[in-house]
């Protein structure tokens, strides 16, 4: 009898078990895309998700309690999901063939929540697949290209969900009940007060939206705005504001490139253009701006940002913003000291664009059933994904909202403190 035999026996010590008899029962066999999607769960961190394939066989992460449930259509879609993860999951969630049960955003978080941190050293693989995403130039003819596939598809449709103010970048809640058309006046004030703008005085604006900028800095601050944009229905939608709202003669909108800006003023504004720019123009974008500021002059970049360089996600670059870039703060450097102008202030607003995306995510649901009847129902699920995964991102520090104050070097008639900023 060998030791296995020996070490098994019934209760009354009396009979033995046979080795057929000591086997365990076979483990149910895995099928490949069950063996594919535990490979994949590992390399996101093990996140509290279930996936539901068409077969009806559950995968999970073991030992963890399920947040959530991901179903997947069928063996082509998972796929996708392996050739090109980002790609793969926001085309396949748009096209309706993915769909996750519950919340979106916090399905996001939990995904972010699990993933590894950034790599100390990519590795050569994540490099060239970097390489590979780079974003689509922006010459002035792409960049032309670029902002008309995003901005040109409707004001109608932003208006859906922007809110009163017609602003689409990250808004500023100095308290927590407000509302997002409060906070994005609250915002437009935040910048006025960071350049210190006095009546009289002559602004310009590098991409203005749809305009709610320059007249605010108008009708509050008694300035004349030069507002460069090269989106042709937000220059329309601007001029026609300003025409109805009597500034016409205080705020010019300019249908041109940020590259062609001449002349000298008080100050340099730019709100969400940077994102649209290209790394490569930084350098450029600084001249103009030393050569737009006397000595005393002052600026203000706001731009989503990152951490540590990266590409943008790619499904976001490919399907929403052609040509965009997120940049560190390091990258955003590359503006400034070549022109030996001097940063005097930074500040990081992420959360603010995380509450100000919720808000929009809340309208753009509300308004989802126009948004079809508008396009279809994959756009209707393309730009919930969009912002949802733009929450999501804002919340768990993925990208950052930096707002970086700069001067002249010798510009010495600036604040000895921030109180400038809190009053009012």
């Known amino acids: 009898m060998n030791a296995v035999e020996q070490s098994v026996r019934a209760s009354n010590g009396t009979c033995e078990a046979g080795p057929a008899e000591l086997a365990e029962p076979p483990r149910a066999r895995r099928s490949i895309e069950a063996r594919l999607i535990e490979r994949l769960l590992s390399h996101l961190g093990n996140p509290p998700i279930e996936f ?5 066989e559950r995968v999970s992460s073991s030992g963890a309690a399920m947040a959530h449930q991901l179903r997947i259509a069928d063996r082509a879609t998972l796929f996708t999901l392996f050739t090109d993860s980002q790609l793969g999951f926001g085309d396949a969630y748009s096209e309706g063939r993915i769909s996750v049960e519950g919340d979106l955003v916090d ?3 939990t995904v972010y929540k699990s993933a590894p941190r950034k790599e100390a050293s990519p590795s050569l693989l994540r490099r060239l697949v970097n390489r590979r995403r780079a974003p689509r130039a922006n010459t002035l003819t792409g960049s032309r290209d670029n902002i008309h596939r ?6 109608d449709f932003y208006s859906l969900w922007l809110g009163r103010t017609m602003s689409y970048t990250c808004a500023y ?12 006046v609250a915002k437009m004030h935040h910048v006025c007060r960071k350049v210190q703008l006095q009546p009289g005085q002559s602004v310009v604006e590098a991409g203005c939206g749809w305009g709610s900028l320059g007249l605010h800095m108008a009708r509050h601050y008694g300035v004349k705005v030069r507002a460069f944009n090269i989106s042709h229905e937000q220059i329309v939608y601007a001029r026609e504001r300003a025409q109805a709202e009597g500034l016409s003669s205080q705020v010019e909108y300019v249908e041109d490139d940020y590259r062609n800006i001449s002349g000298r003023y008080d100050a340099f504004v730019s709100v969400g253009m940077l994102e649209h720019v290209g790394l490569e123009n930084y350098p450029d974008l600084g001249r103009i701006v030393n050569r737009c500021l006397p000595r005393h002059g002052r600026g203000l970049i706001h731009s989503i940002g990152r951490n540590y360089p990266a590409p943008l996600h790619a499904w976001i670059e490919r399907r929403i913003f052609p ?3 997120a940049p560190s703060i390091a990258e955003m450097m ?11 202030d930074v500040e990081n607003l992420r959360l603010h664009y995380a509450r100000t995306l919720r808000h929009w995510l809340e309208r753009y649901e509300a308004a989802s059933e126009r948004v079809k009847s508008m396009f279809d129902e994959k756009f209707v699920r393309m730009w919930r994904l969009y912002l949802a995964g733009s929450v999501a991102a804002f ?5 950052q909202l930096f707002q970086v104050v700069f001067a002249p070097r010798d510009n010495n008639e600036i604040p000895l403190t921030r109180a400038h900023l809190y009053q009012g």
Request: aromatic share 16%.
């Open 323 to 325: 040509g965009a870039y």
């Open 173 to 184: 809640y100095p308290t927590a009940p407000t509302t997002l058309d409060e906070a994005q």
């Open 395 to 399: 919340t768990m520090g993925t990208l």
């Open 52 to 56: 539901l394939l068409w077969n009806g």
């Open 334 to 344: 590359q503006i400034f000291e070549p022109w030996d102008l001097s940063v005097l």
């Open 150 to 155: 995003h901005y040109d598809i409707g004001n």
């Open 107 to 109: 399905f996001l978080e």
